[in-house]
Antibody
């Protein structure tokens, strides 16, 4: 059974930094691209970032480009999101999601999410 | 960016009903569309991908259709556990990967 467990969410001041982690199990981690998706309360999900299976390709939403960095450790089966220069609008529940690997980008497994609150 | 618009934003239904939700793309996205179900306090769950392919483990009362710019999700014989919010998501013209605004199915 696929399991994704996020951690690292916290309350942080504007301009601060945070690192989110996602522990993956139940599948061959380095066979799959992985994503971060966030969701503000009562709003639609918002895709944040993608990393290819080998970490060779990384993509970001315009809203986080230059501030967030996605990475992965295929030896430890972990996905990370390094978040810098945090803004109020980054407040959200952050999910890691497994890509379906079907040629296009669908999210076929999700974690339970970790909450990031940016507030002074 | 290609925008995704869902309608209606909410629908009232009863157990046993047939419910249809529409998702429109601002440009042709072929069949690169997914549908997700989200219950309160839970992560979204993939139901349909590639417009009409049923994700493993999803009941057959869920079906998807469409191509180009207009897509539908149909729930036949609505069950109590189907009351939730449904989102469409386009999977092409990446990045970004955009979701629709959601449709809440309620009693």
């Amino acid at each position: 059974e696929v399991q994704l467990v996020e951690s690292g969410g916290d309350v942080v001041q504007p301009g601060g930094s945070l690192r989110l982690s996602c522990a993956a199990s139940g599948f061959t981690f380095d066979d799959y691209a992985m994503h971060w998706v966030r969701q503000r309360p009562g709003k639609r999900p918002e895709w944040v970032s993608l990393i290819a299976w080998d970490g060779g390709l990384k993509y970001y939403a315009d809203s986080v480009k230059g501030r967030f960095t996605i990475s992965r450790d295929n030896n430890k089966n972990f996905l990370y999101l390094h978040m810098n220069s945090l803004k109020d609008e980054d407040t959200a529940l952050y999910y890691c999601a497994k890509d379906k690997n079907s040629g296009n980008y669908y999210f076929d497994s999700w974690g339970q999410g970790t909450l990031v609150t940016v507030s002074s | 960016d290609i925008q995704m618009t869902q309608s209606p934003s909410s629908v009232s239904a009863s157990v046993g009903d047939r419910v249809t939700i529409t998702c429109r793309a601002s440009q042709d996205i072929s069949r690169w569309l997914a549908w997700y179900q989200q219950k309160p306090g839970k992560a979204p769950q993939l139901l349909i991908y590639a417009a009409s392919s049923l994700q493993s483990g999803v009941p057959s009362r869920f079906s998807g259709s469409g191509s180009g710019t207009e897509f539908t999700l149909t729930i036949s014989n609505l069950q109590p556990e189907d009351f939730a919010t449904y989102y469409c998501q386009r999977a092409n013209s990446f990045p970004p990967l955009a979701f629709g605004g959601g449709t809440k199915v309620e009693i």
